[in-house]
């Protein structure tokens, strides 16, 4: 009879609640990956560059809008996001992330940040200093790969800003490692 009751019980969740938050991360993550990397390989096709002049480009205006929101949102206090809330994405929401503590090193916006080292990835693929391209992307990966912990695990929200550049971060990385 006891073991009647055990088949019977309903199964408790394995993951805490930040598996549902993990899970939506993972899988924007990868479509994000997915589009840009399909992106750079037309341009390349059609325009002839690297595919890392693609992914700096798209960096750094994502990175742009990532800064300007937190801006907007810093200086605005009735400023609001649009979200699409295509998809069914439940946890989406860019203005809480945007207004941690954690989106702003000494009071400047990861996202300015974001955007001199895309420039500065741009300067370093024209001029051809691959080993530096590299130490730079690999340390772009590594502050992504801490944010989106942070989006993740402390926040529990999601970005889709972040999300993209963390894609491009890790497309960029791949570039040089694999040649992607």
């Keep these: 009879m006891r073991r009647a009751a055990l088949r019977?019980?309903?199964?408790?969740?394995?993951?805490?609640?930040?598996?549902?938050?993990?899970?939506?991360?993972?899988?924007?993550?990868l479509g994000s990956a997915i589009f840009f990397w399909l992106a750079g390989k037309v341009v390349t096709l059609v325009a002839g560059p690297s595919p890392v002049y693609t992914f700096?480009?798209?960096?750094?205006?994502?990175?742009?809008?990532?800064?300007?929101?937190?801006?907007?949102?810093?200086s605005d206090p009735?400023?609001?996001?649009?979200?699409?809330?295509?998809?069914?994405?439940?946890h989406d929401d860019t203005a809480k992330v945007l207004k941690s503590g954690e989106s702003a090193i000494l009071g400047i916006p990861n996202g300015a940040i974001g955007v001199v080292l895309y420039v500065l990835l741009l300067v370093l693929q024209y001029t051809r200093h691959v080993d530096a391209e590299i130490a730079l992307a690999s340390f772009a990966c590594c502050a992504s790969a801490y944010l989106s912990y942070v989006m993740v695990a402390r926040i529990r929200s999601l970005c889709t800003n972040c999300i993209h550049v963390s894609a491009l971060n890790v497309l960029i990385l791949l570039h040089f490692g694999v040649g992607l």
């Design 78 to 90: 009735d400023f609001k996001i649009r979200d699409c809330g295509c998809a069914g994405r439940r």
């Design 56 to 74: 700096a480009v798209l960096g750094a205006g994502y990175s742009a809008r990532t800064a300007y929101l937190k801006y907007r949102l810093s």
């Design 8 to 29: 019977h019980t309903p199964k408790r969740p394995i993951a805490g609640p930040v598996a549902g938050v993990a899970q939506e991360f993972l899988q924007r993550l």
